[in-house]
């Protein structure tokens, strides 16, 4: 059973255009994070949201937390093609500590 | 050093040999954490370790799969018997102080051929 699910599993988009990817639970989470990842790479960490609606921004990047903890997305204003990548949204669930992956949402952005 | 140390960076083995993956931690991170990532796919959690308490390893997909830490320091994942699907980049992240900001090495590509 996968407990974080997201969608769309890839997207390939034109550079300029924008776009939003989801990350779903029926679970309730203490936290979500999203990382980014390239090839031959770890994931390197974009945001941390903690708070049942939160929403932060990063430059062209805008993180939302849903109001019941269970579920985020990311959007992206005005993709370039530096945006290419793996995005994976992870989190550890209420009464248990350890972080847990979704699989990811591998983005294209083409110039 | 500075981040997280995996070793080695790639492994090539013949199916049912045992092989050890190592991961060398960020100096005072009391988490740390192995996952699986097969081709294309996301990151499946396999073990982790936090300070002195019992690991929690139940992401480990079979009992082929163990793993060790001594202290809140090195780490190794031993697989096994190898099979041809234990082949995957094997990853390790550890963590310390921020809530959840994991660190990850650059992971081990395993294929057992």
């Known amino acids: 059973t996968q407990l974080l699910e997201q969608s769309p599993q890839f997207l390939s988009i034109q550079e300029g255009e924008n776009l939003t990817v989801y990350c779903n639970s029926s679970s309730v989470f203490s936290s979500l994070q999203w990382y980014r990842q390239e090839p031959g790479e770890g994931p390197v960490l974009l945001v941390t949201v903690v708070t049942g609606g939160e929403v932060k921004k990063l430059k062209r990047l805008t993180f939302q937390f849903g109001d019941a903890r269970k579920d985020s997305s990311l959007h992206i204003t005005a993709a370039q093609p530096g945006d290419t990548g793996l995005y994976l949204c992870a989190g550890d669930k209420v009464g248990d500590d350890k972080i847990i992956f979704g699989k990811g949402t591998r983005l294209h952005i083409l110039p | 050093g500075a981040g997280v140390s995996q070793s080695p960076s790639n492994k090539v083995t013949e199916k049912g040999k045992d092989v050890e993956l190592r991961c060398d931690p960020i100096s005072g991170h009391t988490a740390l954490y192995w996952y699986r990532q097969r081709l294309g796919q996301g990151l499946e959690f396999l073990i982790y370790f936090q300070g002195n308490s019992a690991p929690d390893k139940s992401g480990l997909p079979s009992d082929r799969f163990s793993a060790e830490r001594t202290g809140e320091s090195v780490s190794t994942l031993t697989i096994q018997r190898t099979q041809q699907e234990d082949s995957a980049v094997y990853l390790c992240?550890?963590?310390?102080?921020?809530?959840?900001?994991?660190?990850f090495g650059s992971g081990t590509q395993l294929s057992v051929l």
């Open positions: 992240a550890s963590s310390g102080g921020i809530w959840g900001k994991l660190f």
